[in-house]
């Protein structure tokens, strides 16, 4: 009776995978002609697809002749609306085509889910009309995003202060900059208002109050070596950004010389992002693995969801010198069941000169043995070789995560920066090395 069981057992799994794949197939042919249509038909020149119809209340143009020119469509998955229910994040994968350059992949982006997007449109809806539904259009206009429309000249902190991450603390520098670098008008390069038109004006509030990372993108562009995704514009409610790699989730169980590299990378990232020439510190509050990538010639990690990041400026925070300004703050580390958690204050970011938050960002949630994702526990610097099994690598990811001395993170960053340079060099050298021999 017991060898039976098993037996059972198994026929009623092949049974189950053979109904599932008959109500596959069953729904396939159902939508044989919608299928054909799909594929046949390219959505990203249609107006209502891309919310086109709901500017103002949009991300911007910039890139709409060439939606509308059918410079871009979708990846063959991508074509098929009824996987849109798994795509909740709203991120498609497409082609883009210039006459003499070819194609290349590129990220589209609604910024936001469905519900997300609903809800922002029945906002606007209540505080014009104080009706859920009314003319999008026109509710726009009766709204805080038409409040710098006419002769305003700037975009000033108390206009926009607390709407987003970006813009948490902003100062006139920062927003100076946002303006200044705004690239859904052909007017960009100065930091008055007077250029834009009030259209504009309108999409890049609605932009830094729904979701600012477009903003970041060029605010912090990557031609300038800023470590985030290239932005290359809007058309409606969809953004394009260019395609940068695998996720870095995918390198998880590389060989440990590519998982070094890439963590020195990071490493160098936090680094870049809290001191730079600039005395701006971006702080990223969301860090998980989905939420980097990896170019696939030069193997650069690149940022690819920049949606929360909050900008301190720290020339205002030295000109304003509130309380402690100038005390080191070190994050606490908490323990927490969840996946990417992050323990931080927004207040001590904005007003403190020396923060420690993206090495303990980095280190906790994607280097150390905390580091947890996808079911997996151990972060990128799992399981290092025989050689290394000295307790130093552990010792300073331990101390970059929950430090036991104060302002012990600080110093164990920095060491570990060095470290991770050291074998990365050395990794380098003995590949020169074994191709040297091999010749």
């Known amino acids: 009776m017991l060898r039976l069981l098993p037996l059972k057992l198994g026929r009623v799994l092949r049974c189950l995978k053979l109904l599932a794949a008959l109500a596959l197939l069953l729904v396939l042919l159902v939508n044989t002609h919608s299928l054909l249509a799909s594929f046949q038909r390219n959505e990203l020149t249609d107006r209502r697809f891309l919310n086109l119809n709901k500017c103002p209340a949009c991300f911007g143009t910039s890139w709409c002749r060439k939606f509308m ?14 996987l849109d229910v798994f795509n909740v994040k709203n991120v498609f994968f497409a082609r883009y085509g210039e006459p003499r350059e070819g194609t290349r992949r590129v990220v589209l982006k609604r910024l936001g889910s469905n519900q997300e997007l609903a809800d922002i449109d029945q906002k606007i809806c209540k505080r014009a009309t104080g009706r859920p539904r009314c003319d999008l259009i026109q509710a726009v206009y009766k709204t805080e995003f038409a409040r710098l429309n006419g002769e305003v000249r700037l975009l000033t902190p108390e206009v926009v202060e607390g709407w987003s991450d970006l813009v948490h603390c902003p100062s006139q520098r920062l927003l100076d900059r946002v303006v200044r670098r705004y690239a859904e008008t052909k007017d960009s390069g100065s930091f008055l208002l007077r250029n834009l038109k009030d259209t504009e004006k309108m999409q890049l509030l609605l932009t830094l109050a729904f979701n600012p990372e477009p903003l970041v993108l060029q605010s912090f562009p990557s031609d300038e070596g800023w470590p985030f995704a290239k932005y290359l514009g809007a058309c409606g409610r969809v953004v394009a950004v260019n395609y940068v790699g695998e996720e870095l989730w995918s390198f998880y169980h590389a060989p440990w010389e590519k998982r070094v590299d890439l963590a020195r990378q990071l490493m ?9 020439d600039f005395d701006f510190a971006l702080y990223l509050l969301d860090v998980s693995f989905d939420n980097f990538a990896v170019g696939p010639r030069d193997g650069k990690v690149i940022v690819v969801d920049a949606e929360n990041v909050l900008v301190a400026d720290k020339r205002l925070i030295k000109q304003n010198r509130p309380e402690n300004y100038d005390v080191w703050y070190e994050s606490r580390f908490e323990e927490c069941d969840k996946e990417a958690c992050l323990s931080f204050s927004k207040e001590a970011l904005c007003s403190r000169v020396t923060v420690d938050h993206n090495y303990y960002a980095v280190c906790q949630n994607l280097l150390s043995r905390y580091a947890t994702w996808r079911g997996t526990t151990g972060g990128l610097l799992h399981h290092p070789p025989a050689h290394l099994r000295d307790g130093q690598l552990d010792a300073l990811l331990d101390e970059c995560t929950r430090p036991r001395r104060r302002y012990g993170r600080f110093q164990a960053a920095r060491e570990l920066r060095d470290y991770l340079t050291q074998l990365s060099a050395s990794s380098s050298s003995s590949s020169s090395s074994s191709l040297a021999t091999a010749r």
């Open 69 to 82: 020119n059918g410079q871009v469509s979708f990846e063959t998955w991508g074509r098929l609306r009824f």
């Open 268 to 276: 160098d990232i936090a680094e870049q992002l809290t001191n730079n």
